[in-house]
């Protein structure tokens, strides 16, 4: 176990032993407590004193299913609080197979300076001159580099969002195919990463230092009849088949798809849009559904969406982008929402914020909803460099500021998600309390609130919201601190002490559920410690007025969750 240290002052790489009070961490709980514990929660995000850390899950490396989830942390420059950025991808196995549960990326190039990092197989780092990959596009990027350093490699990088210092700028990661079209999008991390003049991160594969299991034969064991409940599960085949498109139908005919920037919750052109149209139009080009993108993955969401001619487009067309590039902006042709993917990955920009940004220029009369190659040019701006590209690469509140327009969806200045709070009122309390801004991975409690996916809340009701809200918190803190899928947290469903076990037998320590509930509880007070210090008040903890003020047809709902009931959320 080593912390990896770059001084990128003083242009050096140094290997540590991870510190005591971080043993046994990793992911999330890793990187929150390292932030405040190490960053001076007012410091500028951009400047030396901020830093970006690279962890991955407890739990990556090992034989767990499911498992290659990396953790990228900082001071957010879009939210000016502390961030998790959750990517999958291979990167976090293949860190952890060089025993690597860190690297901790500090200080600040000097100006103009471009650096690439770069570890090797026997988990030695260097810092290289990477002057002659400025400016360039991700896709372009990795390319470069497999040509220099060799296929065998995972990278992690940022594209011309990123140097720009733009504050939607994602950190792109590659997947099994070596393609950077995985993101940690959310926060502006890029836009950290960039300040520090590091573009790329590269990392060999095959390494043989994995922190040993000290109860290898429980760990298998677990790790087995993890992976059974995962392949066992109603829900995972569909996944297979749709990706995470098998929420648009029914998010939508919920009324909780929020349509031309959240005027409406449901879209008249989303038979054009859905996971299965999606997938038909996959499989007649040729293309690929059930495709495997992260490491160790099981369930094989991810897809590769091809044009007209079986050309590749881009990879995984997700259910956040479907809403965020079509719904959102009033657009129900499938392709371009493909398009605009590609361009956010190669541009290096978050798709919500990016969407939802497009969406507020919309909404503001600067060009018309539908219009998809209006957006194509707004997101083409960005790469270019342009003051209106500026605009909409710093997210959405920086749109609403620039055309003085009020009606802009975002909680801390991080936009908001696929899921209308009007009409799933627990995540109206995930937006408006997580530390993250306006993040429903933080605490998805869609699943509580719909009869379709058996949840038994009143949705239209505050009742219940509070607490459902403050356990899927606590819970998804500690599943992205061992590293485990989202989307595979159907394991879960073999019960919470096979987990338990699995954490247990690679440390050698007792671990219980009432341990999993504190390290999940630990983590949100070490994230809320930062942004008071940082200068948050629970009116921070709020949602815009349009969501009080204004109701959501079909439903014609407002939220009615009082600001007293959102001030409990986390009394632990």
């Avoid at 393609?179 to 790329?200: D, I, T, Y």
Wanted: net charge negative; glycine share 12%.
């Amino acid at each position: 176990m080593k912390f990896f240290k770059v001084d990128m002052t003083a242009a050096s790489v140094s290997s540590t032993e991870v510190p005591h009070e971080y043993v046994g961490l990793g992911g999330r709980g890793l990187t929150s407590l390292m932030i405040n514990n190490d960053v001076p929660a007012k410091c500028d995000s951009l400047g030396p004193e901020n830093k970006l850390i690279i962890a991955p899950g407890y739990l990556s490396g090992t034989m767990l299913v499911n498992s290659s989830r990396l953790s990228i942390g900082a001071k957010s420059p879009l939210t000016g609080g502390i961030k998790e950025s959750n990517v999958g991808g291979t990167v976090a196995a293949d860190l952890a197979h060089l025993g690597i549960t860190a690297i901790v990326i500090e200080g600040q190039a000097s100006a103009g300076a471009c650096f690439l990092l770069k570890i090797d197989a026997d988990g030695n780092g260097e810092l290289l001159d990477g002057s002659a990959y400025k400016g360039l596009r991700t896709y372009e990027l990795v390319k470069k580099l497999k040509e220099a350093h060799g296929e065998k490699n995972s990278i992690t990088c940022i594209g011309p969002a990123g140097e720009f210092l733009l504050t939607a700028a994602s950190i792109q990661t590659t997947d099994v195919d070596g393609r950077p079209c995985r993101a940690a999008g959310r926060g502006g991390l890029g836009a950290v990463m960039g300040s520090k003049g590091l573009k790329a991160v590269i990392v060999a594969k095959g390494g043989k230092a994995t922190d040993p299991l000290t109860d290898p034969n429980t760990f298998k064991e677990s790790a087995k009849i993890y992976a059974k409940a995962v392949k066992d599960d109603d829900g995972t085949p569909e996944l297979a088949e749709l990706g995470s498109a098998v929420l648009v139908a029914p998010i939508n005919a919920a009324g909780a798809f929020p349509t031309r920037n959240a005027r409406e919750g449901q879209f008249e052109g989303v038979e054009k849009i859905t996971g299965e149209t999606m997938a038909e139009v996959i499989k007649k080009r040729g293309g690929i559904n059930a495709h495997m993108g992260c490491a160790q993955c099981i369930i094989r969401c991810s897809n590769e969406y091809v044009d007209e001619d079986g050309n590749y487009v881009t990879s995984s067309l997700e259910y956040e982008t479907i809403w965020s590039m079509g719904a959102m902006l009033g657009n129900s042709d499938l392709d371009s929402i493909a398009k605009l993917d590609f361009l956010c990955d190669d541009i290096g920009l978050d798709t919500i914020s990016t969407g939802v940004a497009v969406a507020v220029a919309m909404d503001a009369g600067y060009k018309e909803f539908g219009d998809a190659q209006a957006a194509i040019e707004m997101v083409e701006e960005v790469a270019k460099g342009t003051e209106f590209g500026k605009i909409i690469g710093n997210g959405p509140g920086a749109v609403g500021e620039h055309f003085n327009h009020d009606r802009v969806p975002v909680i801390k200045n991080q936009s908001m998600a696929a899921y209308d709070p009007r009409a799933i009122q627990g995540m109206a309390v995930t937006y408006a309390t997580t530390p993250m801004g306006g993040d429903h991975t933080a605490g998805w409690v869609v699943a509580e609130n719909l009869e379709e996916f058996g949840g038994t809340l009143d949705r239209f009701s505050a009742e219940g919201q509070v607490e459902v809200s403050r356990n899927s918190q606590i819970h998804m803190a500690a599943v992205d601190t061992v590293g485990i899928c989202d989307f595979a947290q159907s394991g879960f469903g073999a019960g919470l002490a096979n987990v338990c076990k699995m954490v247990a037998a690679k440390s050698g320590k007792p671990f219980s559920e009432e341990d999993w509930t504190e390290l999940g509880t630990r983590t949100l007070k070490a994230e809320r410690e930062f942004n008071r210090n940082a200068g948050f008040t629970s009116k921070d903890d709020r949602l815009p007025k349009m969501f009080y003020e204004e109701p959501l047809p079909p439903h014609n709902k407002v939220v009615v969750i009082s600001d007293e009931e959102m001030d409990t959320t986390f009394d632990f």
